[in-house]
């Protein structure tokens, strides 16, 4: 993956081989907690960045996702959580990821929280930054 190829993850990829630091330390963060379960929550976009030029701010029902997240991840979309969610939410509210990139090596990685069921790539907004960081790690024109 250093070498050369690029890397896409989509929901469970931020939570799989949670033993693995090597695995962390390439997607660029790991999964905590789904505090309040699926949720109704706006998603905001950075439209710095190629993969998001195009793609407007949207709403999406969907599980959270807490993370614990690289400082050198480049955030593309984010989510604030309001609610009460425990040991989670002892420090108010907070702004989390939905949607970043980074390199590995000259590889390049794209992560996305969203996906728990494929409705959630109905909204066209959530299907534009999939597809548009997909083909960034991939380095597709």
């Given at each position: 993956m250093r070498s050369c190829t690029g890397l896409g993850c989509i929901h469970?990829?931020?939570?799989a081989f949670r033993e693995s630091f090597a695995y962390q330390g390439m997607?660029?963060?790991?999964?905590?907690?789904?505090?309040?379960?699926?949720?109704?929550?706006?998603?905001?976009?950075?439209?710095?960045?190629?993969?998001?030029e195009p793609v407007a701010d949207f709403e999406v029902t969907t599980q959270h996702y807490y993370l614990h997240g690289d400082p050198t991840n480049r955030v593309?979309?984010?989510t604030r959580f309001d609610g009460d969610f425990g040991p989670l939410s002892s420090n108010g509210p907070v702004t989390m990821p939905v949607a970043w990139?980074?390199?590995?090596?000259?590889?390049?990685?794209?992560?996305?929280?969203?996906g728990h069921r494929p409705e959630v790539l109905d909204e066209p907004s959530?299907?534009?930054?999939?597809?548009?960081g997909l083909r960034w790690a991939a380095r597709a024109p």
């Open positions: 469970g990829a931020a939570a997607v660029g963060g790991q999964f905590v907690a789904h505090p309040g379960g699926e949720l109704p929550y706006r998603v905001t976009v950075d439209r710095t960045h190629p993969v998001t593309l979309a984010r990139v980074r390199s590995y090596g000259v590889g390049r990685v794209f992560c996305s929280t969203l959530a299907a534009t930054l999939t597809t548009r």
